[in-house]
């Protein structure tokens, strides 16, 4: 399925990961006014360039800010992947823009072993089980057999964590729905066929994305609210 990209106009206000007990959340002030409808989905409003959750205060950084503290937290997992559910058609492409923007892209992927997206990774492992929605509240009901605060990009996360186990993907699923920041500028094209008698053919030196995958033993989990201009 091609990629839809995101609106232009969609902002990060929350970002938030999680590998095992380590996590990170943080908030930037959005730089554009919210819809209504975001607003009260979402809790989060702006009065006066201050950031207000369910009417509380909370504590920003500048958008570069948050994303420099977001790839220092991947450099202390190794390389990890970076998972997210439907991540491929709207949060990759929102964070590769502000990452695009402040130059940080190239420092951002050289911190991970690439992505990998659980909505059709889930379609692939529960294909045939009758599962009504794919949504991610309903997955982690379904497997996990609990609810959460969905919108809030932490909770999303930490359920996102156990969601994954839940999955139990075998290394071939993981290969077949992952992909880099990179790919989501390029249309998608059917692989060439590898001439006889002879493998892969790769940059000398560059390992691919699976032999990546096949080592790590490390998921990042990642969820971000974003904003849409009115």
Not at 17 to 46: D, I, S, W, Y
Request: charged share 20%; proline share 7%.
């Amino acid at each position: 399925m091609p990629v839809i990209p995101a609106d232009q106009s969609c902002e990060i206000i929350q970002l938030a990961a999680v590998c095992g007990g380590h996590f990170l959340n943080l908030f930037t002030v959005p730089r554009c006014r919210m819809q209504h409808g975001a607003a009260k989905v979402t809790g989060f409003r702006v009065q006066s360039h201050r950031l207000y959750h369910h009417r509380l205060p909370v504590l920003t950084n500048s958008l570069k800010e948050v994303l420099v503290s977001f790839i220092a937290f991947l450099n202390m997992l190794d390389r990890p992947v970076l998972v997210g559910h439907n991540i491929h058609r709207f949060d990759c492409p929102v964070l590769a823009r502000a990452l695009d923007e402040f130059h940080l892209k190239a420092e951002f992927q050289l911190a991970v072993s690439g992505c990998l997206d659980t909505l059709p990774l889930a379609r692939d492992v529960l294909k045939g089980h009758g599962i009504p929605s794919f949504r991610q509240e309903n997955l982690v009901q379904t497997l996990v057999g609990v609810s959460y605060k969905a919108h809030d990009a932490l909770e999303d996360v930490r359920s996102l964590q156990s969601l994954y186990s839940a999955l139990s993907p075998t290394p071939e699923q993981v290969v077949r729905h992952s992909f880099t920041l990179d790919s989501l500028e390029k249309p998608a094209s059917k692989p060439l066929p590898a001439a006889k008698g002879k493998g892969p053919s790769k940059a000398s030196g560059q390992r691919p994305l699976w032999e990546h995958l096949g080592q790590v033993g490390k998921v990042v989990e990642i969820s971000k609210v974003g904003t849409i201009v009115t």
